[in-house]
Nanobody, 119 residues
Framework: QVQLVESGGGLVQAGGSLRLSCAYSGRTFSNYAMGWFRQAPGKEREFVAT????????SYADSAKGRFTISRDNAKNTVYLQMNSLKPEDTAVYYCAARMITRSQYDYWGQGTQVTVSS
């Protein structure tokens, strides 16, 4: 069974930075693409970024491009989301998720970590 535990959320002023971490345990980490998603109050969950199993390929939502960086350390079974130039509209619960490389859907989700950006 795969377990994901996010950390690193908190309260930050607009323009500030945070780095989220997601610790993975269970099956072979390098068999999974990893993603970050977020859900703001009253809104649907939305995609933020994804990284391939090797870490060599990444993709971002338009809202994250140029400000956020997703990365992973397969030796530590951890995926990161570095968030810079944060805006109040980035306020949300951030979730990491794992997707087996043979599947199109994310199968495993963490419990989420709150990010609040004050203006």
């Amino acid at each position: 069974q795969v377990q994901l535990v996010e950390s690193g959320g908190g309260l930050v002023q607009a323009g500030g930075s945070l780095r989220l971490s997601c610790a993975y345990s269970g099956r072979t980490f390098s068999n999974y693409a990893m993603g970050w998603f977020r859900q703001a109050p009253g809104k649907e969950r939305e995609f933020v970024a994804t990284v391939s199993p090797s870490g060599g390929s990444t993709s971002y939502a338009d809202s994250a491009k140029g400000r956020f960086t997703i990365s992973r350390d397969n030796a530590k079974n951890t995926v990161y989301l570095q968030m810079n130039s944060l805006k109040p509209e980035d306020t949300a619960v951030y979730y990491c998720a794992a997707r087996m490389i043979t599947r199109s859907q994310y199968d495993y989700w963490g419990q989420g970590t709150q990010v609040t950006v004050s203006s």
